[in-house]
């Protein structure tokens, strides 16, 4: 039988930290990757034959022909921003970076409210990533899919309390009241 109070060699301390410092930097990369998309979106438009082929590319993306939720929500935020797709997803492209960046930057300083807010926001692109390979199978959104997968367990059993040890709670007079 499995010992319950083993901890896997990947959530004992020095690899703990390890993979999550490895973890943020993976987030501050997509971050990056998202920042320049969403600048050369939002900015670059002037020249056009970049943008159609921008604009095909990120049709087949993210899928727009199978689904008419995505194009109906994304004709509304058009309608909103009266800047066109292009610049709809560029200003989608901006906010989802800085959400990665400061997934990545609290994840690398260890903060706790980032690791939860990293599972959360992995965790709800995880269907949308699953959608995206049932229509368009390949190497590249498996390598995703699974690591997101990765990130969401791992973070998950970082932060889930431990059963097996008792909780320790500082006595009153050590605490210190100013």
């Keep these: 039988?499995?010992?319950?109070?083993?901890?896997?060699?990947?959530?004992q301390e020095p690899?703990?930290?390890?993979?999550?410092?490895?973890?943020?930097?993976?987030?501050?990369?997509?971050?990056?990757?998202l920042l320049l998309l969403g600048v050369s979106l939002v900015f670059l438009n002037m020249r056009t034959r970049w943008m159609d082929a921008i604009s095909d590319w990120t049709a087949d993306e993210i899928?727009?022909?199978?689904?008419?939720?995505?194009?109906?929500?994304?004709?509304?935020l058009q309608a909103v921003l009266a800047?066109?797709?292009?610049?709809?997803?560029?200003?989608?492209?901006?906010f989802y970076s800085a959400v990665l960046f400061t997934e990545g930057i609290?994840?690398?300083l260890e903060q706790r409210w980032a690791e939860w807010l990293m599972i959360i926001a992995t965790a709800a692109l995880i269907p949308l990533e699953?959608?995206?390979?049932?229509?368009?199978?390949?190497?590249?959104g498996v390598f995703i899919l699974l690591a997101n997968c990765f990130i969401v367990w791992f973070l998950y059993r970082v932060l889930k309390p431990d059963?097996?040890?008792?909780?320790?709670?500082?006595?009153?007079?050590?605490?210190?009241?100013?």
């Design 1 to 11: 039988m499995s010992d319950p109070a083993h901890v896997p060699a990947i959530l």
């Design 15 to 33: 690899r703990r930290h390890r993979y999550l410092k490895l973890i943020a930097l993976f987030k501050i990369g997509k971050g990056v990757l």
């Design 63 to 76: 899928l727009m022909e199978h689904s008419r939720a995505v194009t109906y929500l994304l004709n509304k």
């Design 83 to 94: 800047g066109g797709a292009l610049r709809a997803t560029g200003f989608l492209a901006l």
């Design 106 to 108: 609290g994840v690398y």
């Design 130 to 140: 699953v959608r995206h390979i049932w229509h368009r199978p390949g190497l590249v």
């Design 163 to 178: 059963k097996t040890k008792p909780h320790i709670s500082r006595p009153r007079e050590l605490v210190e009241t100013r």
